[in-house]
C-alpha cells in the first residue's frame, strides 16, 4: 500500500505517538457492540485500537483515496462525505438497537468550530463526543465565565453540554505536525437541556459578545428593547461575566416555544 501524502487543503495531520492514541482510547473506552463513528479516520491511528475494543465502527472521511482504503477493511462501514453534510440524527437512528451514537475524532482544524455546531441538533441522540482539536479552541469551549476565553463558543456548547478537557497533546504527536498544540476534550450531552430556540440562543449570544468591552446595555440591552423584553436581566455587566445558565434562561424566556 502506497504512502499516503497529507493534504493541506483537508486539514490533514496524522496522528502517530502511540503513547498519546493509547492514552486516547482509554478515555474513550469503547465497549463491545457499542455504535462508534470516528470523524476522519486518516490512516486509521485511532481506528484500529478502536474497532479492537468495539468489534464494528463507521468512518467519515472525505478523502476518497483514503477512503478507498478503509473500504477494504469489512469491519468498518465507510461514509465517503463532507462531515458537514452527514446527518447524524439519520446515523442514530440506523444503530438506534444499539443504543446512543458515540463520535470521536482527530477533527480537522481549519472547520472544527462549524464540525460542533453541525452536531449541536443530533445531541440527544448521543452519548458521549471525545475529539482531538486546537487547544486553543478547547481552552475555549470549556471556559468560565470571567477570563478571554470565555465566548460564544463556550456558551453555545455548555448549554448543551458537559465539556471537559482531559489532557494536551504536542504537535510532535504528528505527522506532519501541526504548528499548534492540541487538545483531547470530553463532551457529555446534559439529559435534560432547558428548552429555547437554538438559533434564537445563537444571535443573542452573538449581539452580547459583539463588543466585549463594552456593557451589555450598549449592545444586549438595545437588541432586547426591539424584541419588547421587560423581564429581569443585569446589563450592567460585560458579555464574559454572565453564567451560561443566565443566557440561557434569558433565551428560554423569549423562545416562542417556552413562551
Known sequence: ???????KRFGQHFLSDTAVIDAIVRAIDPRPGQPLVEIGPGLGAMTDPLV????????????????ARLRRRPELTVVESDVLQVDFRAL????????PLRVVGNLPYNISS??????????????????????EVVDRMAAAPGGKDYGRLSVMLQWRYQVESLFDVPPEAFEPPPRVDSSIVRM????????????????????????RRKLLRHTLGRWLEQRGFN??????R????????EYVALAAALSPATA
Open 1 to 7: 500500500m502506497g504512502q499516503h501524502i497529507a493534504r
Open 52 to 67: 479492537a475494543r468495539c468489534g464494528a465502527l463507521t468512518v467519515v472521511e472525505l478523502d476518497r483515496d483514503l477512503a
Open 188 to 211: 457529555l450531552p446534559w439529559p435534560k437541556p432547558a428548552a429555547l430556540d437554538a438559533a434564537l440562543l445563537q444571535e443573542l449570544v452573538a449581539v452580547a459578545f459583539s463588543q
Open 92 to 99: 442514530a437512528a440506523e444503530r438506534a438497537a444499539q443504543g
Open 238 to 245: 460585560r458579555a464574559e461575566e454572565v453564567p451560561v445558565d
Open 114 to 135: 462549524p464540525i460542533l455546531f453541525h452536531l449541536l441538533p443530533a445531541a440527544d441522540v448521543v452519548l458521549d463526543q471525545h475529539f482531538m482539536l486546537q487547544k
Open 231 to 236: 423581564g429581569d436581566f443585569n446589563l450592567q
